[in-house]
């Protein structure tokens, strides 16, 4: 095999991991909080930029990466409660809440944008992290940089351990009860008002982190929200709402998907193929691929 | 369930943050309505209608527009106004959408009885603006909008400061002939009209030229990896790579392709704004970049480089083409209003077919072709460092002129 094609096809291997983990982390997020609080944040995608942004500025500030991270999940955290506290909670025992929600997400939305525009978009059009580690490590011919397999790493360790969290931990094992049938969790003493508030945390959380994780290996603007959130209603529709591993498979399977198919077909049909793949999805198992 | 939300307690200190917000805007523009009071000439003001991007994607550009407007017309107003009136621009958001941009211009129209219309950065929205202007006759000079349709045969009110897009690729391929002949060339580029023309015109030369294209990559807008097709170029071993990727994705491009070891050397940026080559960073020294307006050019007018220290002062950044164009716009009003001895709308469509004068920044003349196109120039300048988001230094390597009718515009870009 030529160095050329070695070159594409390990391209096309990282692509597919890194876009695949970051898709798989947000939709995480996503659907833990849309399993447990049944809540469709339609603003993840908002939740997500303003992550990426607050940490830039705080590098703008000069913080390194790292500190800005840290800096911004603790205040993501804060955050994540004032909301919880004024609009997510007061919704818990409201009939049909998901619309109830939704239009409040939405809402939401829209604050959240006209603050972007009216704060960071006056001043750039483009925003990147400096990386977390300098250097390359040359996979074949392929030149990987160090600060995107960090990004990588950061992202499947996080996996890992939400994933083995749930699992196990009593914590966890109360948000899975909570997911399959909250009045059953209930009456075996699980107080589902604090799930409630903890899988919102949780979530909103590993929203954040995707977001900033996102600004490290790549270049965004203020567009991204919205591409990044219909990337993750999708994975989660396909891979199950509330189901950590169907995020997990799916968003990776994306992230494979766009790589192979830009490079078969064309980048363009690469942004609609996973699309294609959802739709499909609702058609033929409308409750998700690895829904219970 | 909302009513909740608005009564409770809990929202109360957001509710002061946000009454404190609009109070303090409300006491910012009765501050900034009494300053431009304070210093207005007599008479009425001559009204023209500024409708801008200054929300939604192409927030960035409509401010930066704005930043560059306000200098200029803040001078001219100083210095005594048009036809002994103060000029005066009624800035409009259009919201980076054709159809907002649209009732915007009916409403500075018909409201606001504007002279004339103007203010638009971005090729859609200035398509949208174009339509009204020509329908209602209202002269319509566009400061930063590349798409060669705005100038199409048959215009009669439009009037476009910025070169063609279809014309930048015309030139840069002339360019590399001349650096490189029979370079082999590939391109990436975002799904974008604008980015679309600038291929169109490149293409068109580039057979012309001698160039051999070895690939040629579309992505769509709202691509965040090109890693692959990075590799791709990379393996396909060009002379020169063109990159033009939408917002963020220019510098996704700039980096994926550095990061596999294209040289900067190789990478020519049709077009360029600051916050752009910041993004690049230092590790792009030595790259190639299109411009019309830069703080590193040759034959900066005295008037330019105060232009640009002012601008640095405020902004904490150089100016870059799209704030010297809505610089120079107040500018060419008022040389069109002398022109034409009064503020009617048709004595100032006249004045514009007329109307010979240079960028007050640069002295690059200034002149309208029957379809409302400018003579053609482009600047291509080389990096040679990048000082973190403050500044860079930038040199003027070749620069190039051409009437637009020397390729077949209209028909390359429908």
């Given at each position: 095999m030529s160095d050329a094609t070695l070159l594409v096809l390990a391209s096309t291997l990282s692509t597919g991991l890194i876009l695949g983990a970051i898709f798989a982390l947000v939709a995480a997020g996503v659907t833990i909080v849309y399993g447990c609080v049944w809540l469709p944040n339609a603003s993840n995608g908002q939740f997500f930029l303003l992550a990426a942004l607050a940490a830039w500025s705080l590098v703008g500030v000069g913080w390194s990466s790292a500190a800005a991270i840290i800096g911004v999940l603790v205040l993501g955290i804060a955050l994540s409660l004032l909301i919880e506290w004024v609009l997510v909670r007061r919704l818990y025992d409201v009939p049909d809440r998901n619309v109830a929600y939704f239009v409040v997400t939405l809402g939401l939305t829209q604050i959240m944008s006209g603050i972007f525009a009216m704060s960071w978009g006056l001043w750039s059009d483009q925003f990147t992290l400096p990386p977390l580690v300098d250097g390359i490590t040359m996979i074949g011919p392929f030149p990987m940089t160090n600060n995107r397999i960090t990004v990588l790493a950061i992202a499947l360790v996080v996996l890992a351990v939400l994933f083995g969290a749930l699992r196990y931990h009593p914590y966890g094992r109360a948000l899975r009860a909570v997911f399959q049938n909250r009045e059953a969790a209930a009456l075996r003493g699980v107080n589902v008002r604090a799930i409630y508030r903890l899988s919102f945390l949780l979530g909103s959380s590993i929203i954040f982190l995707g977001g900033m994780l996102f600004a490290l290996a790549y270049s965004f603007d203020l567009t991204v929200a919205w591409t990044m959130s219909v990337t993750a209603f999708a994975i989660m529709i396909v891979g199950g709402p509330g189901s950590v591993l169907g995020a997990l498979v799916v968003g990776m399977v994306f992230g494979f998907t766009q790589a192979v198919v830009s490079i078969f077909a064309s980048p363009t049909a690469a942004t609609f193929s996973y699309l294609i793949a959802m739709l499909a999805m609702l058609l033929f198992r409308p409750s998700g691929l690895f829904t219970r | 369930?909302?009513?909740?939300?608005?009564?409770?307690?809990?929202?109360?200190?957001?509710?002061?943050?946000?009454?404190?917000?609009?109070?303090?805007?409300?006491?910012?523009?009765?501050?900034?309505?009494?300053?431009?009071?304070?210093?207005?000439?007599?008479g009425t003001p001559i009204k023209i209608g500024f409708n801008t991007e200054l929300t939604g994607p192409w927030t960035f550009f409509g401010n930066s527009c704005v930043a560059g407007l306000k200098m200029a017309s803040e001078e001219i107003n100083k210095a005594g106004g048009v036809l002994g009136r103060p000029l005066e621009f009624v800035i409009v958001d259009n919201q980076t959408s054709p159809t907002q941009a649209v009732a915007a211009s009916r409403n500075l129209d018909v409201n606001d009885k504007v002279v004339a219309l103007s203010g638009p950065t971005n090729s859609d929205t200035a398509l949208a603006i174009y339509g009204y202007a020509e329908q209602q006759k209202l002269p319509y000079l566009v400061p930063v909008a590349a798409f060669p349709q705005l100038t199409k045969p048959g215009t009669r009110y439009t009037f476009r400061i910025e070169p063609d897009a279809a014309g930048w690729g015309y030139s840069l391929a002339r360019f590399i002939e001349e650096r490189k002949p029979g370079a082999r060339i590939a391109m990436m580029y975002s799904d974008a009209a604008l980015m679309r023309a600038v291929v169109a015109g490149f293409k068109y030369q580039a057979p012309r030229s001698k160039l051999n294209i070895v690939a040629d990559i579309l992505f769509p807008q709202g691509s965040s990896d090109a890693?692959?097709?990075?590799?791709?170029?990379?393996?396909?071993?060009?002379?020169?790579?063109?990159?033009?990727?939408?917002?963020?994705?220019?510098?996704?491009?700039?980096?994926?392709?550095?990061?596999?070891?294209?040289?900067?050397?190789?990478?020519?940026?049709?077009?360029?704004?600051?916050?752009?080559?910041?993004?690049?960073?230092?590790?792009?020294?030595?790259?190639?970049?299109?411009?019309?307006?830069?703080?590193?050019?040759?034959?900066?007018?005295?008037?330019?480089?105060?232009?640009?220290?002012?601008?640095?002062?405020?902004?904490?950044?150089?100016?870059?083409?799209?704030?010297?164009?809505?610089?120079?716009?107040?500018?060419?009003?008022?040389?069109?209003?002398?022109?034409?001895?009064?503020?009617?709308?048709?004595?100032?469509?006249?004045?514009?077919?007329?109307?010979?004068?240079?960028?007050?920044?640069?002295?690059?003349?200034?002149?309208?072709?029957?379809?409302?196109?400018?003579?053609?120039?482009?600047?291509?300048?080389?990096?040679?460092?990048?000082?973190?988001?403050?500044?860079?230094?930038?040199?003027?390597?070749?620069?190039?002129?051409?009437?637009?009718?020397?390729?077949?515009?209209?028909?390359?870009?429908?």
């Amino acid at each position: 095999m030529s160095d050329a094609t070695l070159l594409v096809l390990a391209s096309t291997l990282s692509t597919g991991l890194i876009l695949g983990a970051i898709f798989a982390l947000v939709a995480a997020g996503v659907t833990i909080v849309y399993g447990c609080v049944w809540l469709p944040n339609a603003s993840n995608g908002q939740f997500f930029l303003l992550a990426a942004l607050a940490a830039w500025s705080l590098v703008g500030v000069g913080w390194s990466s790292a500190a800005a991270i840290i800096g911004v999940l603790v205040l993501g955290i804060a955050l994540s409660l004032l909301i919880e506290w004024v609009l997510v909670r007061r919704l818990y025992d409201v009939p049909d809440r998901n619309v109830a929600y939704f239009v409040v997400t939405l809402g939401l939305t829209q604050i959240m944008s006209g603050i972007f525009a009216m704060s960071w978009g006056l001043w750039s059009d483009q925003f990147t992290l400096p990386p977390l580690v300098d250097g390359i490590t040359m996979i074949g011919p392929f030149p990987m940089t160090n600060n995107r397999i960090t990004v990588l790493a950061i992202a499947l360790v996080v996996l890992a351990v939400l994933f083995g969290a749930l699992r196990y931990h009593p914590y966890g094992r109360a948000l899975r009860a909570v997911f399959q049938n909250r009045e059953a969790a209930a009456l075996r003493g699980v107080n589902v008002r604090a799930i409630y508030r903890l899988s919102f945390l949780l979530g909103s959380s590993i929203i954040f982190l995707g977001g900033m994780l996102f600004a490290l290996a790549y270049s965004f603007d203020l567009t991204v929200a919205w591409t990044m959130s219909v990337t993750a209603f999708a994975i989660m529709i396909v891979g199950g709402p509330g189901s950590v591993l169907g995020a997990l498979v799916v968003g990776m399977v994306f992230g494979f998907t766009q790589a192979v198919v830009s490079i078969f077909a064309s980048p363009t049909a690469a942004t609609f193929s996973y699309l294609i793949a959802m739709l499909a999805m609702l058609l033929f198992r409308p409750s998700g691929l690895f829904t219970r | 369930m909302q009513h909740d939300i608005e009564t409770n307690p809990a929202a109360a200190p957001w509710a002061s943050v946000l009454h404190a917000g609009t109070a303090a805007v409300a006491l910012g523009l009765c501050a900034g309505l009494f300053a431009s009071g304070a210093q207005a000439q007599a008479g009425t003001p001559i009204k023209i209608g500024f409708n801008t991007e200054l929300t939604g994607p192409w927030t960035f550009f409509g401010n930066s527009c704005v930043a560059g407007l306000k200098m200029a017309s803040e001078e001219i107003n100083k210095a005594g106004g048009v036809l002994g009136r103060p000029l005066e621009f009624v800035i409009v958001d259009n919201q980076t959408s054709p159809t907002q941009a649209v009732a915007a211009s009916r409403n500075l129209d018909v409201n606001d009885k504007v002279v004339a219309l103007s203010g638009p950065t971005n090729s859609d929205t200035a398509l949208a603006i174009y339509g009204y202007a020509e329908q209602q006759k209202l002269p319509y000079l566009v400061p930063v909008a590349a798409f060669p349709q705005l100038t199409k045969p048959g215009t009669r009110y439009t009037f476009r400061i910025e070169p063609d897009a279809a014309g930048w690729g015309y030139s840069l391929a002339r360019f590399i002939e001349e650096r490189k002949p029979g370079a082999r060339i590939a391109m990436m580029y975002s799904d974008a009209a604008l980015m679309r023309a600038v291929v169109a015109g490149f293409k068109y030369q580039a057979p012309r030229s001698k160039l051999n294209i070895v690939a040629d990559i579309l992505f769509p807008q709202g691509s965040s990896d090109a890693t692959v097709q990075a590799a791709q170029v990379r393996a396909a071993n060009p002379d020169y790579v063109i990159l033009m990727g939408a917002g963020a994705f220019d510098n996704v491009l700039n980096n994926q392709l550095l990061d596999l070891g294209v040289k900067p050397e190789q990478m020519i940026h049709p077009f360029a704004m600051t916050t752009m080559i910041f993004g690049w960073g230092q590790r792009s020294a030595g790259s190639i970049y299109g411009t019309f307006f830069d703080h590193g050019l040759d034959g900066l007018t005295r008037e330019g480089k105060d232009f640009i220290a002012r601008f640095d002062a405020a902004n904490n950044r150089p100016p870059s083409y799209v704030e010297n164009y809505c610089y120079n716009t107040p500018y060419i009003f008022r040389e069109a209003l002398q022109l034409a001895g009064s503020a009617d709308r048709e004595k100032l469509r006249d004045a514009f077919t007329r109307l010979k004068t240079r960028e007050i920044t640069s002295g690059i003349p200034i002149v309208f072709d029957k379809n409302g196109a400018r003579k053609e120039y482009i600047y291509f300048m080389q990096i040679v460092s990048v000082d973190g988001k403050r500044t860079y230094k930038s040199k003027q390597i070749h620069y190039a002129e051409w009437d637009a009718d020397d390729i077949p515009v209209y028909e390359l870009v429908k």
